[in-house]
């Protein structure tokens, strides 16, 4: 549990790229793109998304796809016109039900943990390019010799052991450089610049304030729509099926209905990996693009938000907290004292330092109590979402005044800070003014200082 809910937790991103690499594992599994026939038995390559999965995480990500990709085998042995020896994978054909979830199942779940693992230690060494080419070459002898030494042990009678494993043709070597060849490519594509930027803003546009709830309600909802019509599509054509045989004067017994509707779902598993891939791909198009939105809405000097951006925030801020009864937050308005002479006596590269400055101890001493904005040249605005007490509130401004004060070496900074304590719901706008007319008072007090204020709902 606690493995999983690292990998939620990690980074987007990776989540999304997983569900990827699950998708293609789907689709691999449930078409002719993972399995060659060669009779008696099928050779497959639907591993790969295995390694993929291991060589860019780990053992545990290695394992989840191999799960699938052990599911997926199973249920395609489940079919009455397999070759009798890929039947032993299925629990309903095999006689044998455990035997043969540890030989579908097992065996691939084992693989992923053993490549995951082998790959992590690769990634730990100097020549980590080196031994990932090396692992992906031997990893499709691995999956051989787990597959047929398992199937020795759970189906003797076939008279496959691990020895059927150790034999090596040509057909091996061409395995071997097409698991090499698609390992190496992902791992440079992962590694790429262009991936490093799209990773970056994907996994940071969970503070993006423009990302909609309602677009990730919209995407499940969309894919819940396609889930029920494909599935009413498969029971459809299913029947049509059997129904068109029996017009051609062909018998369709109970068996041959069984696996039509087998192969329709196998149709209708491949269809929806397709749609997961699509989906997944859209939702992180959507978090790119929104996230791009929000950074040119930052300020590029100070790195906080922007006046439009920060305005936005504290209207959602009001949609969001309004529905509490009674709950309060904090305004602030925060404007340099003398500004435009530090300007003219230090020039504008003194003064930006000194807009960096105050930007980063405003965020240091709010902490993720409070966010940021600058709305003008040299003012600045933080909401505090969250009620805090009055007294809380004055150490951190006090604290605040005096890290700014030795900001540059011969001339004291300092601000002049008006605060209003508003209760949810509030009107930005009658905010903004009653923020302001508390901040013209301090000015008034003769600057360096705060005036606070309360709305006249709170006691």
Avoid at 253 to 258: G, L, P
């Amino acid at each position: 549990m606690k493995t999983m809910k690292k990998i939620w937790y990690a980074s987007c991103f990776d989540r999304f790229f997983l569900g990827i690499l699950i998708g293609i594992e789907l689709l691999m599994s449930f078409t002719s793109l993972g399995y060659i026939h060669i009779p008696p038995i099928s050779i497959t390559i639907a591993y790969i998304p295995i390694l993929a999965a291991g060589c860019l995480y780990g053992p545990a990500q290695s394992v989840i796809v191999g799960f699938v990709f052990g599911i997926a085998s199973m249920y395609k042995a489940s079919a009455y016109y397999v070759l009798p020896a890929d039947a032993v994978f299925s629990p309903f054909l095999s006689g044998s039900p455990m035997g043969s979830f540890l030989l579908s199942v097992g065996t691939r779940m084992l693989f992923g943990f053993l490549i995951g693992a082998a790959f992590l230690l690769a990634r730990k060494g100097k020549h980590y390019r080196l031994w990932i080419g090396v692992i992906s070459a031997i990893a499709p002898k691995l999956h051989s010799l787990i597959v047929y030494s398992a199937m020795g042990i759970l189906f003797p009678e076939l008279g496959y052991f691990y020895s059927s494993a150790l034999q090596w043709d040509w057909g091996d070597a061409v395995f071997a450089m097409v698991c090499v060849g698609a390992v190496e490519l992902l791992w440079a594509f992962y590694q790429s610049k262009t991936i490093r930027n799209i990773k970056q803003c994907i996994d940071q546009s969970v503070n993006n304030p423009y990302s909609s709830r309602k677009m990730n309600l919209f995407f499940v909802v969309f894919e819940c729509f396609l889930l029920c019509m494909a599935v009413f599509a498969t029971v459809y054509f299913s029947q049509r099926e059997s129904y068109m045989l029996g017009q051609h004067g062909v018998a369709v017994s109970d068996v041959i209905s069984i696996d039509l509707l087998h192969l329709q779902i196998q149709f209708l598993i491949a269809f929806l990996a397709l749609n997961l891939i699509s989906v997944i791909m859209l939702m992180a198009i959507y978090k790119y693009m929104s996230y791009k939105e929000y950074r040119g809405e930052m300020d590029g000097l100070t790195g906080v938000m922007g006046r439009r951006m920060f305005l936005y925030y504290c209207e959602k801020a009001q949609e969001t907290k309004g529905m509490d009864a009674g709950k309060t937050g904090w305004f602030l308005f925060v404007d340099v004292d003398y500004f435009k002479e530090i300007n003219d006596t230090f020039g504008h590269m003194v003064g930006d330092k000194v807009l960096r400055e105050i930007a980063v101890n405003l965020q240091t001493i709010m902490e993720e109590d409070g966010k940021v904005g600058r709305i003008g040249g040299d003012e600045f605005a933080v909401i505090i979402e969250d009620g805090m007490p009055q007294e809380e509130l004055e150490q951190r401004l006090e604290q605040f005044l005096k890290m700014i004060s030795g900001i540059l070496p011969d001339k004291k900074v300092s601000c002049s800070i008006g605060a209003y304590q508003f209760a949810y719901p509030r009107n930005v706008k009658l905010i903004l003014s009653e923020t302001d007319e508390m901040l013209y008072k301090a000015k008034e007090k003769g600057r360096a200082c705060f005036v606070m204020k309360a709305c006249d709902d709170i006691p």
